[in-house]
C-alpha cells in the first residue's frame, strides 16, 4: 500500500494506492485523483519548467518549459539538454526552443515573449 497527496486540484487528497489488487485507489473526492494515483505508480510524468541562453535581447535568458509531461526518469536529462539551447530574439511565448526533447517526442517551448 502507497500513500500520496494528490496534485490535481487544491483539495490535496490523500490517497492509497493498493499495488497489490489491480492499483485500487482510495481516498479520492474525485476521478481525477484515481486515475492519478493509478498512473503516478505505473508511469509518473513531470512538465519540466527552466531557462536557455537569449542573444539579441535585454534579457539574457528565456524562460521554457516542456509543451506536456515527459516520463519521470527523463527529467535530469532533458535539463541538462537545456544547457546546450541558445535562443536568438524575437521569442515569442509558444515557440519551439528544443523539438523532440531527449526522444520524448514532446517539444520545449518558450513561455514568454521577448523582444529585441
Sequence with gaps: ???????????GCRLRVDEENGYKVTGS??????????SE???P?????????????????????TASPIPKEKLLEAARALCGVDAEAPVYRG????????GTGVDVVATRTILP
Design 1 to 11: 500500500m502507497r500513500e500520496l497527496i494528490c496534485i490535481v486540484c487544491p483539495n
Design 29 to 38: 473526492a474525485c476521478h481525477r485523483g484515481e486515475e492519478y494515483g493509478r
Design 41 to 43: 505508480l505505473l508511469h
Design 45 to 65: 510524468v513531470r512538465v519540466l519548467t527552466g531557462t536557455v541562453r537569449l542573444h539579441g535581447a535585454a534579457l539574457g535568458r528565456c524562460p521554457v518549459k
Design 95 to 102: 515557440d519551439v526552443v528544443l523539438a523532440d526533447v531527449c
